[in-house]
Nanobody
Framework: QVQPVESGGGLVQAGGSLRLSCAAS????????VAWFRQAPGKEREFVAA?????IYADSVKGRFTISRDNAKNTVYLQMNNLKPEDTAVYYC??????????????????WGQGTQVTVSS
């Protein structure tokens, strides 16, 4: 039904920027809550940002990352500025038809992309 596909990851120097994209071909994608999570080696997957009618961010990325969407293109973006080495992780796009409790809980999301690697060097 919904198959998110991430792109835009890569290697960047600390202080640099990247823009990640999450695209889906489903026409109903615009009706879903979409979130970005990330997972660093040896760490649990953690919430980054989410968007529906409003946006929320993890404290660790507030003021640096911006989530947005272009419904005409069925695409959600994550603009990442002033990147830090601790931002290094595989970034995943996830979608949910409905959030029952917490936007930052990975268990709320039904559909996941394959992930895209972001590496920030110091």
């Amino acid at each position: 039904q919904v198959q998110p596909v991430e792109s835009g990851g890569g290697l960047v120097q600390a202080g640099g920027s990247l823009r990640l994209s999450c695209a889906a071909s489903a026409r109903t994608f615009s009706s879903y809550i979409v979130a970005w999570f990330r997972q660093a080696p040896g760490k649990e997957r953690e919430f980054v940002a989410a968007i529906r009618w409003s946006t929320i961010y993890a404290d660790s990325v507030k003021g640096r990352f911006t989530i947005s969407r272009d419904n005409a293109k069925n695409t959600v973006y994550l603009q990442m500025n002033n990147l830090k080495p601790e931002d290094t992780a595989v970034y995943y796009c996830a979608a949910a038809g409905q959030i029952y409790s917490n936007w930052d809980s990975k268990n709320e999301y039904d559909y996941w992309g394959q992930g895209t690697q972001v590496t920030v060097s110091s």
